[in-house]
């Protein structure tokens, strides 16, 4: 039986070949894709202290408890909030202005940020794909 063909990284734009599925050794986490507080710093090493917790108060009650997410407005549906999340998240730019803050519920929070991710993913690297026995990487768009 012939040998089983090399697996390509999976993280986007790395395009290392790997023995097995998966990832390559530079890009291997240790389980789960959270990582602990002593890497990414706490909550309040984060910008999430005391002033934080006020404008969380501050926009719960702005939106009465419901969710205000672009999902629960589009389908006309309420939802309890029991989470503060910025419109355009502070890695793209957004701040902690209340205009960039909303009230939304926790599985409406899930769902945005899996759909953020999966964005960023697909806009940070090409996808590899299996060409006539062989990995291809697409050329890079400029």
């Known amino acids: 039986m012939p ?14 070949a790997t023995a097995k599925p998966g990832y390559c050794s530079k890009h291997a986490k240790s389980g789960g894709g959270w990582q602990p507080d002593r890497e990414r710093g706490s909550r309040h090493e984060r910008g999430y202290d005391a002033e934080w917790e006020r404008t969380r108060k501050r926009i719960l009650a702005r939106a009465k408890g419901l969710c205000e997410c672009a999902d629960c407005k589009a389908l006309d549906r309420i939802r309890v909030a029991r989470e503060v999340d910025h419109i355009v998240s502070k890695a793209n730019g957004g701040s902690d202005d209340d205009d960039n803050l909303q009230a939304i519920n926790v599985d409406c929070h899930k769902a945005k940020t899996q759909r953020e991710r999966a964005v960023a993913q697909r806009e940070a690297a090409p996808v590899a794909r299996w060409i006539a026995g062989a990995w291809v990487m697409p050329a890079r768009r400029r």
């Open 3 to 16: 040998a089983r063909p090399h697996s390509i990284c999976r993280q986007p734009g790395c395009g290392a």
